[in-house]
């Protein structure tokens, strides 16, 4: 018996991977809520969603952006009637979300709930949509842990998640905080029997360790470099270097790009780097480096289309 055909479940409805010709940016947040601090920075709301249209219809039309996997979960103020919007209006498509960020933004049912429960949770959310909205999440992410070893409500999120992938099809991109604990994080979610290639590392790129990218690569999960252009975290010079390092360990497979666009500053029409800082100033960088335009193909679209679809993708 054949297989289904793989999909990537976007906020306007399923799409075929194959129909999807332009870069993708793997981690991005075009609606959320982060504000536990009170001065309104880490927020990207109504008075925002303008701005954020605006930058990935530009996006579409000088690099062909075609799609953005936005992590806003459970606890981050995600929106996704706010998505579908934004996707509509700027003709890009966009994956949504669910799970839970790390400790410090959990929601109560965390505490409340065992194992079971929370992934009785994600699933209903996944098979039934989120809310009343009808729109059904297409990744688990970000799923967040915090220093070397996941704290034990994120240990509890992280297997839940790794459960709910196993039921639905999806997969999981998690947050590393600063970098820190990937191994941890794979340790458990493959613990549960997800296989490494449905699971994305984030943040790696703040984590200068090659040793540890190439063991996550190695295993057969994706090596997230997700905050380019976050210069108070990393320097892009140190991200390029550790990008070639891990595609000259013969793992260009297992690398995904973007830039984390977290808070509102970050936004080009407030003069922070934007969505397109990593077509606009990272990318020719890697190609000054001596990366072909496969190479970048490869990094920027066909792979993220493998981590949502658990496949391989035709090359167009």
Same mark, same amino acid.
């Given at each position: 018996?054949?297989?289904?055909?793989?999909?990537?479940?976007?906020?306007?409805?399923?799409?075929?991977?194959?129909?999807?010709?332009?870069?993708?940016?793997?981690?991005?947040?075009?609606?959320?809520?982060?504000?536990?601090?009170?001065?309104?920075?880490?927020?990207?709301?109504?008075?925002?969603?303008?701005?954020?249209?605006?930058?990935?219809? %530009?996006?579409?039309?000088?690099? &062909? =952006? #075609?799609?953005?996997?936005? $992590? @806003?979960?459970? *606890?981050?103020?995600?929106?996704?009637?706010?998505?579908?919007?934004?996707?509509?209006?700027?003709?890009?498509?966009?994956?949504?979300?669910?799970?839970?960020?790390?400790?410090?933004?959990?929601?109560?049912?965390?505490?409340?709930?065992?194992?079971?429960?929370?992934?009785?949770?994600?699933?209903?959310?996944?098979?039934?949509?989120?809310?009343?909205?009808?729109?059904?999440?297409?990744?688990?992410?970000?799923?967040?842990?915090?220093?070397?070893?996941?704290?034990?409500?994120?240990?509890?999120?992280?297997?839940?998640?790794?459960?709910?992938?196993?039921?639905?099809?999806?997969?999981?991109?998690?947050? %590393?905080?600063?970098?820190?604990? &990937? =191994? #941890?994080?794979?340790?458990? $979610? @493959?613990?549960? *029997?997800?296989?490494?290639?449905?699971?994305?590392?984030?943040?790696?790129?703040?984590?200068?360790?090659?040793?540890?990218?190439?063991?996550?690569?190695?295993?057969?999960?994706?090596?997230?470099?997700?905050?380019?252009?976050?210069?108070?975290?990393?320097?892009?010079?140190?991200?390029?270097?550790?990008?070639?390092?891990?595609?000259?360990?013969?793992?260009?497979?297992?690398?995904?790009?973007?830039?984390?666009?977290?808070?509102?500053?970050?936004?080009?029409?407030?003069?922070?780097?934007?969505?397109?800082?990593?077509?606009?100033?990272?990318?020719?960088?890697?190609?000054?480096?001596?990366?072909?335009?496969?190479?970048?193909?490869?990094?920027?679209?066909?792979?993220?289309?493998?981590?949502?679809?658990?496949?391989?993708?035709?090359?167009?």
């Amino acid at each position: 018996m054949n297989s289904p055909a793989p999909v990537l479940r976007t906020v306007l409805g399923d799409i075929a991977p194959d129909a999807v010709h332009g870069p993708a940016l793997a981690h991005e947040h075009l609606v959320l809520d982060l504000d536990h601090r009170g001065d309104g920075g880490a927020v990207l709301d109504g008075r925002h969603t303008a701005a954020v249209t605006a930058e990935l219809a %530009a996006l579409r039309e000088e690099y &062909g =952006l #075609a799609l953005v996997v936005e $992590l @806003t979960c459970r *606890g981050m103020g995600r929106d996704v009637r706010t998505l579908a919007r934004i996707s509509r209006d700027a003709q890009v498509a966009v994956v949504a979300a669910t799970g839970w960020y790390y400790e410090p933004f959990h929601t109560p049912e965390i505490e409340r709930g065992d194992v079971a429960d929370l992934t009785a949770a994600l699933v209903r959310e996944i098979e039934d949509g989120i809310g009343t909205t009808g729109v059904r999440p297409g990744v688990l992410g970000e799923i967040g842990s915090h220093g070397d070893t996941p704290a034990p409500a994120e240990s509890k999120v992280l297997r839940a998640s790794a459960r709910a992938a196993l039921a639905t099809g999806l997969s999981v991109a998690t947050h %590393a905080q600063l970098g820190r604990g &990937g =191994l #941890a994080q794979l340790e458990l $979610l @493959t613990g549960e *029997g997800l296989p490494p290639h449905r699971i994305s590392v984030g943040h790696q790129d703040l984590l200068d360790d090659p040793a540890v990218h190439r063991e996550l690569a190695a295993s057969g999960a994706y090596v997230a470099f997700d905050t380019v252009g976050k210069d108070g975290y990393q320097s892009d010079e140190t991200r390029l270097r550790l990008l070639l390092a891990l595609l000259e360990a013969g793992h260009a497979d297992r690398a995904l790009l973007s830039c984390d666009i977290s808070r509102h500053g970050y936004l080009a029409s407030e003069g922070g780097q934007g969505y397109g800082h990593l077509f606009g100033s990272f990318l020719p960088k890697v190609r000054a480096a001596g990366v072909d335009d496969d190479l970048i193909d490869l990094l920027t679209r066909r792979n993220p289309l493998r981590f949502l679809s658990g496949t391989a993708v035709e090359e167009s």
